[in-house]
């Protein structure tokens, strides 16, 4: 199972180029926070692609950061930026989450590790717990930033798919964000089985979350050229 | 200004009339489901926090 990293970190950064390639052309905050999610999502498994390799206390530390604490947060945040539209509610807690995700940053290299007890052959997610000393602050933060995170990702693309459903509207934006959705709930449900002590799921999950949301932005995306009315609706444009 | 752009307004075959509405009842189910357990590891219930 150890060759899924390296799938999944290929398709995450051609997924983050695409997403940033759109940005540059058509502007919108919430792609550039999609990408920046992206980018943590694609340092979260490269992290594992070189943990397999050879052990690294740093990038066990950025697996970490990056998986398991930032990467739905802002891939969230940029949801929330398509959806939040009226006043700069958006911008404050984009603020907030950048202050947090400093915090988190400063709390997880902070932390002190157990480098002797890692074993390469096995997942860096079977024992992080035994590697990595995480305090009760990192501990809350982690599943704050979670929530949050799945929250605004899953439930914003669920509540786009519903707008064009019940509008009858851009069909191929509809489940460009069912698959979305459904996407960003598999690496969810990875880390949530995590919790459960079950961890053998978490890099298949993480690809799989990648390939759909990668096809569900292609999908959302490809009639963009189309004439739409978008007064009432937000989307993965 | 008012919109005046047309809408791209598609018709849902049998399969999709139905299909969509379930998808979307999963994927809430499933977001629940994900939350529950996320609210259970918060209160220390879960095996591994």
């Known amino acids: 199972m150890t060759y899924i990293p390296y799938l999944s970190t290929v398709i995450t950064f051609a997924f983050v180029i695409a997403v940033y390639s759109r940005y540059r052309q058509r502007g919108g905050i919430h792609l550039l926070l999609w990408a920046v999610g992206l980018f943590f999502y694609g340092l979260g498994t490269l992290s594992e692609v070189i943990l397999s390799l050879t052990f690294n206390t740093f990038v066990l530390k950025i697996w970490y950061l990056t998986g398991a604490m930032l990467t739905a947060a802002w891939l969230g945040m940029g949801s929330v930026h398509l959806l939040v539209r009226k006043g700069n509610t958006a911008q404050i807690i984009t603020w907030v989450l950048a202050a947090v995700s400093a915090l988190a940053f400063i709390l997880i290299l902070s932390a002190p590790a157990n480098a002797a007890a890692y074993d390469v052959a096995r997942p860096a997610s079977e024992q992080y717990k035994d590697i990595l000393t995480r305090n009760g602050l990192t501990i809350l933060l982690t599943i704050l930033l979670n929530i949050y995170g799945t929250i605004t990702l899953v439930g914003g693309a669920i509540y786009s798919a519903f707008l064009f459903w019940r509008k009858k509207i851009l069909a191929s934006r509809m489940f460009g964000n069912i698959l979305i959705a459904a996407g960003a709930l598999s690496p969810a449900m990875g880390g949530t089985f995590l919790k459960a002590g079950i961890t053998d799921m978490l890099y298949l999950s993480e690809f799989i979350g990648a390939v759909l949301m990668y096809i569900g932005f292609i999908q959302a995306t490809a009639g963009s050229t189309e004439t739409v009315t978008l007064e009432t609706t937000s989307s993965a444009n | ?49």
Do not use: C, H, Q
Request: overall charge positive; cysteine-free.
């Open chain 2, 1 to 49: 200004m008012p919109e005046t752009r047309r809408s791209k307004r598609f018709s849902p075959s049998g399969l999709t009339e139905k299909l969509v509405p379930v998808l979307l009842v999963i994927l809430v189910l499933a977001l629940l489901g994900v939350l529950v357990i996320v609210g259970l590891s918060l209160l220390g219930i879960t095996p591994s926090a």
